[in-house]
Structure formats: structure tokens, C-alpha cells
């Protein structure tokens, strides 16, 4: 349907005016002519040219209705991943299955518009399904449609799946509101079939070398009860351990852990693997690779103390549970001449007023320091000993409980440290306040009673390459006895030593040129991505360099690339890698300066399609229920056809659209224009009035 309405902001008087003027203009041209018939002609045509002329000098408005027709979107949906040809039943034929599904789609889009989705761990549009995810997502699915969608006329969703998630939520809550029916395609076999496999592997990522680590391995089999079965843990330097066991039942679970030893700094890959049954569904699951990073972190440490004191005990005694760390421990008379074997030093109580630690501060200038600041410290001394800080002090001893700064981001901390910290005893110290120019943060605020004073009691110091922290009171051996009295182990004060300690003693990087991935580890699915920095002599970034990099899988495969220019830094997206342990050397040079930087990443396998490959046909009953469609088989694909077509709500909608055009714009009239103009010209000069 088509209509049209010409109207202005001004009034109609206007309109009524251009007609009176148009008329006279005629009647004074053409009155005097004696043929009244050409006479009349002529009049008539000049009226109605200038009248036109004079409403389009009103600029009036036409608003224009049209009709539009849209058809119901029917929106397909594959799922593509891994699962689903292994899930199959046996007489179920993928090829088959395809034709008769393409040929469905066909016949789809004779009646409505069509849109074909891919989706796994993402959603992708696209015709062909290859079942390469790794991952299944059917929330995401769903959350795609109803950001790309949602203003268009959707009749029906078609979800073929197997109904096997392992990523996201169920998408029920989406169902259950959605105005949209969702016809659902049963792919997979229901039916648990003869399987054994590795269900999940639980391990620490980042281990320190000569520790043991431990590797949890849990274990299902389906369909094999009296098989036995061996599982085998088999390190890169040489470890083998091995493990036997019977299966009891048909439905068979079980967690075993092996013990393993970091003998070497590195990434070291534990290859894992339980014997097959004949008759499994897929091997593909009876193996797993994992990769342990063994970090070669132990420091050492100097701890200086004015006295024997029971904080020197606790902090002892948490450092040497970590086997990263060595501790030495000297009292004031004893304070050793060379410090260079040490990577953090630890000053409880000192200076003091019997001892100076000045000409110790001054050969040892930039090394980490954990200032613990006590009732026996000599503030004055302390203040004059180094320039980074400067303490108040009242010298009125008061106790200070601790309050967790939220906002404290230089190091992350467990919840039980948290909890540690808002219930401890009270520190005590002679302090009132600090003052420093350089970076501070506060871990842990003061409180007096009741009042959260803002002032800090734990706090670190970033003060060019070196770094200091600061505890403003005596007395945290009675949070380690608090954490076990709580707990009944000391982790939580534990881990806030050492994290403590880890922060002051890491070193910061000062090459010119560096290379590393966004990630030590990324997963099959996602893109490997990898940054280079490039400095001058003075630090300043150089940004036009040309900087490649060779990339070397542990199968010595090889990829080469450029690094393209972001910002004042360098990114190479490298995209996705199959799952390995990669090498690369970077090269770039700077004038006639060559430099080269190596490093390692890993590449991590997806395992969550074959943890379970039995499809769960009830989950897309509750989707096609909830959302008031139906649940279908592959072979029923024509009752879909016969469902869309007796659905009310998939039914065309008509829109009507109205667009506002200037008069004046309209070609057509433009043409009336030169039509009249013309036809007067025609007449006058035939009858020779010209």
C-alpha cells in the first residue's frame, strides 16, 4: 500500500494566497486576448504553474506511507563440535544426515528468510559444520541471537544438537522467557556405551624445583566392569610411575594421585595415559598432557634483629616451609660485613639504640628491605639511615590493630589471609604516622578501637628498581598462632610472608629488548598472542623497528612472523597453534646492534568433548518445552516444515514505514513543471500570442 500527504508548519491561508496569486498573475497576462477558448487554456495553465511555484516556495513537507512485508527469520543453529559424531548411534549416517539436512534448509527458504549458525565454544555464521569445537556453549548461542536478532520478525529457532554442554549455563532461563518456539533435532545416542576415560586432571601450574608436586587424575569407565586397567604418569626427565586397578562396576569412578619430583627448572610435560578396552567408543580420552612450569625461585634471606624475639621465630619458621627460600639469622652484635649472597633482607627492631645499621644500609644500597619497626627501634637513627622514608613517632607505646586495604593490588591474597588479617591480635609500636615521596601502597591500614585511622600499618615501597616494605609494629607472631588456632595449620600467615617476601625480592627487567606472550599458557581455541618492547640506550621506545620471530613446536614444527606496530609497542597475533610446548627466538636490530630474546609458551588441549559423550536428549525436551516448540529426530526434519507452516506465530508481518521528502525534491513534480511551462510556450507561439 502506497499514500501520500503533503503538509507545512504554516498556516493554510498560505496555500490560499499562492492560489490568489497565481490567478491574478494569470488573468493580468492573458485577460486582453480575444479567443476566449486558447484565452481560458492559457489562464488555466499559468494559474496553476504559479500557484504551484508559490507553494514550493513554502517548502512544504509530503509524508510518505509504505508497506512492508517481512517474513519469519528462521534461524538454524548447528552445534559443531567434537561430540557429536562421537556421540552418534551406530546406525546413524553423517552424510546422509547432511544431504537430507541441506535439502531441509532449502525448502526453508522458499517460505522464510534464513539464517545458518554455527555454534560451539562461539557462535559463527556459516554453512558447513566440520565438529572441530572443542567446547560446547549453548548459553552463548542464545545470547548471540538475542543481541543480533532481536529486532527482527524470528518465527522459530532449529537447535541441532546432541545436548551436550560442558561450557556456559543450560540456556532453560532463556527458553523459558523467550516469545520464540525452539524446535529442537535429537542428535547422539542416549545410551551409555563401553568407555573408559580420563575425566579430569587437577594440578598446581607453576611448581619450584625440588619439590615434590602432586597430579590428581579422576577416572570413569562405562560398560566395563572386571577389565583391568593400568594408569601411567610419564615425565620428560625420565619419571614413570605406574598404577593398576580392577573395574568393580559398570558405572565406575575413581581419583588416584601420583607424586611426582621437579628436578629441573622449566616447563615440564607429564604425559598421562590409562590402557585401553577393546571396544571403546573412542580412545581419544584415555590420554592427557599436561604441562607443569617448575620455577627455580629460591632466595635467599638476611634476617637482622636487634634481639632475640618471638617474631624472628615465626618468620623463620614460615620461610623455611617454603622451600624457595633460605634464611639466615643474625642478632645485632652479629651483623655479617657482606650481604650480596642475599636477595632480601629483613631489619626487625633496628636500628636500635645499641645498634647502628647505617654502614650496612650504605654498602648495601638499592637491596630489598622488610623493615619491621618495633618498640626497641630508634626512630631518629632509622630516619637518618635512608632518605626513601621518614617516621613520626611519639614515643607512647599503643596498639594498633589490622584493617585489609581493599584497594591494595601489588600482590594478590587468598580470602583465608583476608580473614586472618580482620581477626588478629593487636601489633604494638611507638609509631604514629609515615611519610614518603616515593610509590606507596598500604596492605594492611591501622585501627585504633573502633576508628579506621587511613594510616598504614603493612605497606610497600616502590622507590626506583629497589623496593622496601614497611610493618609499623611488633608482635605478628601472635597472628601465626592465631591461624592455628583457627585453622589448625599456619597457611594463611604462611602465604602472607612469602608473597611479602616474593614481592620485595622480584626482580625487575632491565633489557632493552623483550619478548612475551600475553599468557604463559593458552588454550587450542584461543590466539596466541605475543608483545615485544624495544628500548634505546636511554629507555625510550624505539617504534620503527622490524622485529620477526620464530616460533618451534615440540613436534619441530616451525612458523615465522613480523610483529605489526601497536602503540609505542610491537603485537603479533599468531592465531590459533595446535596444543604443544612452543620455543621462539625473537631478532630485531638497532643500528648495527643486534638483539635476541627466547622464550617459551605452552599450548593447552581441550578435553571437555570427550569427558563425556552420551547426549542428553532431556535438556533440549526442557529447551523445546519451555519455549513452546517440540523436540525432534533427525529423521522427522519434514515434521518441522509441517509444524512451522500450522504455527500462527510464524506468520509474515506488515510494517508501515512513513518517510517525510521536501516537496521541492520530488523529480515528478519537477516534471509537472516543465510540462506546463512547455504546453504554454506550444499554445502561445501556434497561435502566435508570442
Known amino acids: 500500500m502506497f499514500a501520500a500527504i503533503i503538509f507545512s508548519d504554516l498556516s493554510a491561508w498560505w ?26 487554456l492559457l489562464f488555466s495553465l499559468r494559474a496553476v504553474l504559479v500557484t504551484l511555484l508559490g507553494i514550493l516556495l513554502l517548502a512544504p513537507l509530503i509524508q510518505i506511507q509504505k508497506d512492508r512485508e517481512e517474513k519469519p527469520l528462521i534461524i538454524v543453529a548447528n552445534d559443531n563440535s ?140 562405562y560398560q566395563t566392569k572386571g577389565q583391568k586397567v593400568t594408569i601411567t604418569a610419564e615425565t620428560q626427565d625420565g619419571q614413570r610411575q605406574n598404577k593398576t586397578f580392577t573395574i568393580d562396576s559398570d558405572d565406575w569412578r575413581k581419583t588416584e594421585t601420583f607424586h611426582l619430583d621437579a628436578k629441573k627448572a622449566g616447563i ?95 654498602q648495601n644500597p638499592g637491596k630489598p628491605i622488610f623493615y619491621i619497626i618495633g618498640t626497641a627501634t630508634n626512630i631518629p637513627a632509622l630516619n637518618q639511615s635512608q632518605s626513601v622514608f621518614q617516621i613520626q613517632s611519639n614515643a607512647q607505646i599503643q596498639e594498633l590493630l589490622p584493617i585489609f586495604n581493599q584497594g591494595f593490588s601489588h600482590f594478590s591474597i587468598s580470602e583465608e589471609v583476608v580473614n586472618l588479617i580482620r581477626n588478629q591480635a593487636p601489633l604494638i609500636t611507638s609509631t604514629n604516622s609515615l611519610n614518603t615521596n616515593s610509590e606507596f601502597q598500604s596492605l594492611i591500614s591501622q585501627q585504633k578501637g573502633n576508628t ?22 611488633e608482635g605478628i607472631w601472635r597472628w601465626r598462632l592465631e591461624n592455628y588456632k583457627r585453622a589448625e595449620n599456619f597457611n594463611a600467615f604462611d602465604e602472607l610472608i612469602s608473597k611479602t617476601i616474593q614481592f620485595l625480592s622480584a626482580k625487575e627487567d632491565k633489557r632493552r629488548f623483550r619478548v612475551y606472550p600475553s599468557k604463559s599458557r593458552f588454550t587450542e581455541d584461543e590466539n596466541v598472542i605475543l608483545n615485544a618492547e624495544l628500548y634505546n640506550n636511554a629507555y625510550n621506545p624505539i617504534e620503527d623497528a622490524e622485529i620477526s620471530v620464530d616460533v618451534r613446536g615440540d613436534n619441530n614444527k616451525s612458523y615465522s612472523y613480523l610483529f605489526s606496530k601497536k602503540d609505542k609497542f610491537y603485537e603479533l597475533n599468531a592465531g590459533l597453534l595446535p596444543a604443544g610446548e612452543y620455543s621462539y627466538i625473537a631478532k630485531t636490530n638497532v643500528g648495527s646492534e643486534k638483539h635476541e630474546y627466547r622464550g617459551v609458551f605452552v599450548v593447552e588441549k581441550l578435553h571437555a568433548e570427550f569427558s563425556n559423550i552420551t547426549a542428553n536428549h532431556q535438556l533440549l525436551y526442557n529447551l523445546s518445552i519451555l519455549s513452546g516448540g517440540k523436540l525432534f529426530y533427525p529423521s522427522e526434519l519434514d515434521k518441522i516444515l509441517d509444524e512451522l507452516t500450522n504455527n500462527e506465530k510464524v506468520t509474515t508481518i506488515i510494517y508501515t514505514e512513513n518517510n517525510y521528502e521536501d516537496l521541492i525534491d520530488l523529480k515528478w513534480l519537477f516534471a509537472i513543471l516543465i510540462a506546463l511551462l512547455s504546453t504554454e510556450w506550444f499554445l502561445r507561439k501556434r497561435n502566435g500570442l508570442l
Open 452 to 473: 579506621n585511622t587511613n594510616l598504614p600499618l603493612l605497606g610497600f615501597i616502590a622507590n626506583g628498581n629497589a623496593k622496601y616494605g614497611i610493618l609499623l609494629g
Open 15 to 40: 496555500t490560499l494566497l499562492c492560489l490568489i496569486a497565481g490567478l491574478l498573475y494569470a488573468y493580468t497576462l492573458y485577460s486582453k486576448i480575444d479567443r476566449k477558448r486558447i484565452a481560458y
Open 268 to 362: 615440564q610435560k607429564v604425559n598421562l595415559l590409562v590402557t585401553g578396552i577393546e571396544g571403546e567408543i573412542t580412545l581419544d580420552n584415555n590420554k592427557q598432557s599436561v604441562f607443569i612450569e617448575v620455577l627455580d625461585g629460591r632466595q635467599k634471606v638476611l634476617l637482622l634483629a636487634n634481639a632475640p624475639h618471638p617474631d624472628i621465630n615465626a618468620i623463620k619458621q614460615s620461610l623455611d616451609a617454603n622451600k624457595n627460600y633460605e634464611t639466615d639469622v643474625f642478632l645485632g652484635e652479629n651483623i655479617p660485613e657482606n650481604s650480596d649472597d642475599y636477595d632480601v633482607i629483613i631489619l626487625h627492631n633496628l636500628p636500635s639504640s645499641n645498634f647502628s645499621v647505617k654502614n650496612f644500609l650504605t
Open 82 to 221: 567434537a561430540s557429536i559424531p562421537l556421540s552418534a548411534t551406530k546406525d546413524f549416517n553423517m552424510q546422509s544426515y547432511k544431504t537430507e539436512f541441506n535439502q531441509f534448509v532449502k525448502e526453508l527458504d522458499t517460505k522464510y528468510d534464513i539464517e545458518l549458525l554455527n555454534f560451539g565454544s562461539d557462535v559463527s555464521i556459516s554453512e558447513n559444520s566440520d565438529f572441530s569445537e572443542q567446547q560446547t556453549d549453548i548459553s552463548q548461542l542464545f545470547q548471540y541471537i538475542q543481541q543480533q536478532y532481536s529486532y527482527r520478525n524470528i518465527g522459530a529457532i532449529i537447535l541441532a544438537s546432541d545436548g551436550i554442554i560442558n561450557k556456559g549455563n543450560s540456556g532453560t532461563q532463556f527458553a523459558s522467557v523467550s516469545k520464540t518456539p525452539i524446535y529442537t533435532i535429537a542428535l547422539g545416542d542416549t545410551t551409555q556405551r563401553k568407555d573408559l576415560l580420563i575425566r579430569n586432571v587437577n594440578y598446581n601450574r607453576i611448581v619450584y624445583r625440588d619439590n615434590k608436586y602432586p597430579i590428581e587424575i579422576s577416572l570413569s569407565a
